[in-house]
Nanobody, 124 residues
């Protein structure tokens, strides 16, 4: 199993960025996919999750309206579109796969597979 996240970088406040995560080694379309982030000196936190078919999404309150999660099961890829980036979005972003029911979408311990992380730095 491998999840590879990419798309991070150093950006200025207010711009947009799209992260991608491509998975292999498991049946991607049968897993909930989530994005988590870990800011410097802080614990890793849930950002967004998407159901197996893509029909349901769930967001942390702090990113609601600015970040959008989507997936393309034909490409085994999950995306995180980030708009109007703020300094507080600075973190390492991780994608992860979860085989548990939807009610566990925001619980990191329920995710079996994790990517290596991609770093996003928002600074002027």
């Amino acid at each position: 199993v491998q999840l590879q996240a990419f798309g991070g970088g150093l950006v200025q406040p207010g711009v947009s960025l799209r992260l991608s995560c491509t998975a292999s080694g498991y049946t991607f379309s049968t897993y909930i996919m989530g994005w988590f982030r870990q800011a410097p000196g802080k614990e890793r936190r849930f950002v967004a999750g998407i159901s197996e078919s893509g029909g349901n999404q769930y967001y942390a309150d702090s990113v609601q309206g600015r970040l959008t999660i989507s997936r393309d099961n034909a490409k085994n890829t999950v995306y995180l579109q980030m708009n109007n980036l703020k300094a507080e979005d600075t973190a390492v972003y991780y994608c992860a796969g979860n085989k548990n029911p939807w009610r566990w979408v925001r619980v990191s311990s329920k995710y079996a597979y994790w990517g290596q992380g991609t770093e996003v730095t928002v600074s002027s």
